[in-house]
């Protein structure tokens, strides 16, 4: 079993930036591509930005593509979401998530890849 933990969010004016970060514990070499995913009350999940296994390959939405940066840090078992320019919005609750096999990069966006979820951090952009 994988666990994995975000952290990093908060209240951020619009226009301001934060840094999720996502630690996983547990089963690590067993993961593969780590995604994270935003979910805002009323909404359905939505994808937001995902990186594979080697760091190489990267997907965005168009909603954050040129604002958000996904990078990993294996020696430390870490996702990180870089967000900058928040929008209201991009309030939402932000969860990670990891594959337990290796995923096509035209697969990244979807939820059903991916084998292990986190609690979620909350994200709240004021205007």
């Known amino acids: 079993q994988v666990q994995l933990v975000e952290s990093g969010g908060g209240l951020v004016q619009a226009g301001g930036s934060l840094r999720l970060s996502c630690k996983a514990s547990g089963r690590t070499y067993s993961t593969y591509a780590m995604g994270w995913f935003r979910q805002a009350p009323g909404k359905e999940r939505e994808f937001v930005a995902a990186?594979?296994?080697?760091?190489?390959?990267?997907m965005y939405a168009d909603s954050v593509k040129g604002r958000f940066t996904i990078s990993r840090d294996d020696a430390q078992n870490t996702v990180y979401l870089h967000m900058n320019s928040l929008e209201p919005e991009d309030t939402a609750v932000y969860l990670c998530a990891a594959s337990s096999a290796p995923i096509h990069t035209d697969q990244l966006s979807e939820p059903t890849v991916y084998t292990y979820w986190g609690q979620g951090t909350q994200v709240t952009v004021s205007s």
């Open positions: 990186v594979t296994w080697s760091g190489y390959g990267t």
